[in-house]
């Protein structure tokens, strides 16, 4: 067998049940969920033949559930799931589990067993191994103790950080806090409690670097790394988001969605799923055609209707400023309408060349509106992954060419 999907993190929600009720967090209100076996086992069968980079243990307070982490464990390790490093993120306000620092130690070792087999049966170009290798430090196991300064909790988290130094002391295993300050949150992601909470959360005037609107809706898929001039992959199909696996089943892509966001509007449930998963998430990233860069464009225009619709200030921009985010997130718009179009018309092109082709399209509709130049040049920066040369010398001519080169080569290939 060799492995030819790489994931570079998948998150599974062990369960929605929180002793905490944070103003920030954005999942929302915690509930009455745990994960079942059965979402487990199915979640597992349908990354047989996968490489993990990261596994992301998540909650709610994944600690409240440590049986489920050890079955977790169990299965991983039954069900021989190639897997580099794992994360689990907690408030630490947890009991502490005999239990379960035994089957994290028992992860350990085959954590480092399976290393070898996976470096034999990957279908990565040498120069690839070594570069994920060498992005590889740090420790195999990770718990991250969220603690924000928090003065209710704090002895709770040092038994917790002590119990788990004391049980596992293994130079593959890691648990540190993560230290934020309580009153210093850093980016606000406005999504669960803390988009109910904005006002307390945030001052009356941002910087959009201070606030996020969650929308992960692109497409984070690749094969043989389209998106790199480099051969980073041999036939391997690569999904560089996080998906997360909730604990109804319900999957998603990143993994700081709100409860209700991810129930009212999933990329599927992993219950429907019958070793079609890549296949899925394939399906939905088309559904979704944009590059990242223009993902950005759109999440800085919300942001700011955010705030406009809040009363809130946006430090440093003009008026001018805004109607070029405006304008901008129009042309993403019409944008991921080609994409889509031009998929339906040419669907032996790949993303990265569909990506190419409808930005090629829309440049040339606004050549022949006789939109300036300089705007084109403008999107085209922002919004596209087409290098500074080419943007500098952008003319109607060559997006003919192009256009006619890609429609070619979907002819060829079909």
Known sequence: MKIDKYMNC????????????????????????????????????????????TLRISGGEPLLKPNLISYLIEKIIEKHIYINNIYIFTNGNVKTNLELSYSILKLLNYLRDIEPEIRNIIRWSDSTTEKIYAGTYGSKFNIIVSDHSRQTNQRQIDNIINFFHEQIKDEDFSIVRQSDSYNSFGCITLEGNAAKNYKVLLNKEVSLSDIRILNNNYYFMAKSANLSSEPFFKDTVFIRKTLTVSANGNVFPGCLMSYERVDSNPMFNIMECN??????????????????????????????????????????????????????NNSVNEYERIAKDTHLILPNLNFTEIDLLSSTILSLNMF?????????????????????????????????????FLSEKNNKTA
């Open 10 to 53: 998948l998150a599974i929600e062990m369960t929605r049940h929180c002793n905490m009720d944070c103003k920030f967090c954005g999942k929302g209100q915690a509930q009455n969920l745990d994960i079942s076996k059965e979402i487990i086992d199915k979640t597992l069968d349908e990354m047989e033949g996968v490489y993990i980079e």
């Open 275 to 328: 070793k079609d998963f890549y296949k899925r998430v394939n399906k939905f990233c088309w559904e979704h055609p944009i590059n990242e860069k223009a993902l950005n464009i759109r999440n800085k225009f919300s942001a700011i209707e955010f705030c406009k619709k809040h009363n809130i200030l946006v430090k440093d921009m003009s008026k001018l400023d805004f109607e070029g985010v405006r304008l901008l």
């Open 368 to 404: 022949e509106k006789n939109i300036p130049v300089k705007y084109i040049q403008i999107y085209l920066k922002w919004c596209t992954n087409f290098d500074d040369n080419t943007i500098s010398n952008i003319s109607a001519e060559w997006c003919r060419g192009l256009i006619s």
